[in-house]
């Protein structure tokens, strides 16, 4: 059943302006990033990090189980985003379970770019 279907107030003509929106924000993260580099996966995960509370430190498994990703996959995602200087390791570092996660001023920088090209529609509340 479709947003429509279930009763949405959602015109077509917002629909539209969302799709163009994602598109746009798309389009930000080709341009920063290359064609080939930017994943549905590792941008879920920098925006769990950045919409998070108590200053954007996140631990893996909630990233994992947010994403609905294993714990292998989500450890080399974080290990990418570390090495390409967009997330960093903070807390034990004896202690792979208690090991948490936020962004270094260039992934909270590149974060909110893609989100400012990407409109205020593609995420309100209509």
Do not use: P
């Not at 954007?56 to 990418?80: I, M, Y």
């Not at 090991?99 to 989100?115: I, P």
Request: net charge neutral; hydrophobic share 35%; charged share 25%.
């Amino acid at each position: 059943m479709s947003a429509i279907e279930r009763g949405t107030k959602l015109t077509q003509c917002a629909l539209k302006s969302r799709a163009k929106s994602l598109l746009n924000l798309r389009r930000k993260q080709r341009a920063l990033f290359g064609n080939g580099w930017v994943s549905d996966a590792w941008w879920e995960f920098m925006l769990i990090i950045y919409a998070s509370e108590h200053g954007t430190v996140v631990d893996r498994f909630s990233l994992a189980g947010e994403t609905d990703q294993s714990f292998e996959l989500t450890e080399r995602w974080l290990t990418l985003l570390i090495d390409y200087g967009y997330v960093r390791r903070v807390g034990s570092q004896d202690s792979n379970d208690s090991r948490t996660h936020e962004l270094t001023d260039v992934g909270r920088a590149t974060v909110e770019q893609c989100l400012g090209a990407a409109g205020g529609t593609a995420f309100g509340s209509d």
